[in-house]
């Protein structure tokens, strides 16, 4: 079974700084894709960037972009130029034959 | 725009009733998903739905059970609630190519 590790239970970045989270995940698949998703106090997921496997080239959404080292099976998230409405429990997910999510990384944003 | 609406943000029940949480899409996806949420462990998938009438189980079906009669409504039922199974319960839809998946705003059920 397909697994996916956030190392990371909480974090913390001043406001306008970068902070990187990390994932890696363990596949024996060749095809899937890979989710970071956000999840503020509201509770919706909402997508924040989304990494195809076989796209050599990093994802990026504006302020977000991925490091996804495929033999390395790790996927961090950055985020650059940190806002106060950031803050959320950041969860990253694979999907190949199945769907699967990481325990969540706290983000915590200092004004 | 996209919508995946859960009947109820909050629900308490008692231990040994019959409980359905239901979940809605709008957007004629063929999949559609339970998860629970819970500190520290993340997502974990209950069941999910691929089709009308058809089911899958996840990775913690044990206690649930699912009903999906309509291609946009796909429902969740805890046959008898017991307090471990007191969470937050996330409803999900995606296309057939799964690719993304759109979440509902969650229901935290207490079984007391």
């Known amino acids: 079974a397909q697994t996916v590790t956030q190392s990371q239970p909480e974090m913390s970045v001043q406001e306008a700084e970068t902070v990187t989270l990390s994932c890696t995940y363990d596949?024996?698949?060749?095809?899937?894709?890979l989710f970071w998703y956000k999840q503020p106090p509201s509770r919706q997921m909402i997508l924040v960037i989304r990494?195809?496997?076989?796209?050599?080239q990093n994802a990026t959404e504006n302020r977000f972009s991925v490091n996804f080292q495929k033999a390395a099976k790790s996927f961090s998230l950055k985020i650059s130029d940190s806002q106060l409405g950031d803050a959320a429990m950041y969860f990253c997910?694979?999907?190949?034959?199945?769907?699967?999510f990481g325990a969540g990384t706290r983000l915590t944003v200092k004004p | 725009d996209v919508k995946v609406t859960q009947s109820s943000r909050y629900l308490v029940k008692r231990t040994g009733e019959k409980v359905f949480l239901e979940c809605v899409q709008d957007m004629d996806h063929e999949n559609m998903f339970w998860y629970r949420q819970d500190p520290g462990l993340g997502l974990r998938l209950i069941y999910f739905s691929y089709d009308v009438k058809m089911k899958e189980k996840g990775d913690i079906p044990e206690g649930y059970s699912v009903s999906r009669e309509k291609k946009e409504r796909f429902s969740l039922i805890l046959e008898s609630a017991s307090t471990n199974q007191t969470s937050m319960y996330l409803c999900a839809s995606s296309p057939l190519d799964l690719r993304i998946q759109h979440f509902g705003d969650g229901t935290r059920l207490s079984i007391l």
């Open positions: 596949t024996s698949e060749s095809d899937y894709y």
């Open positions: 997910a694979y999907r190949g034959g199945d769907m699967r």
């Open positions: 990494q195809e496997a076989y796209k050599q």
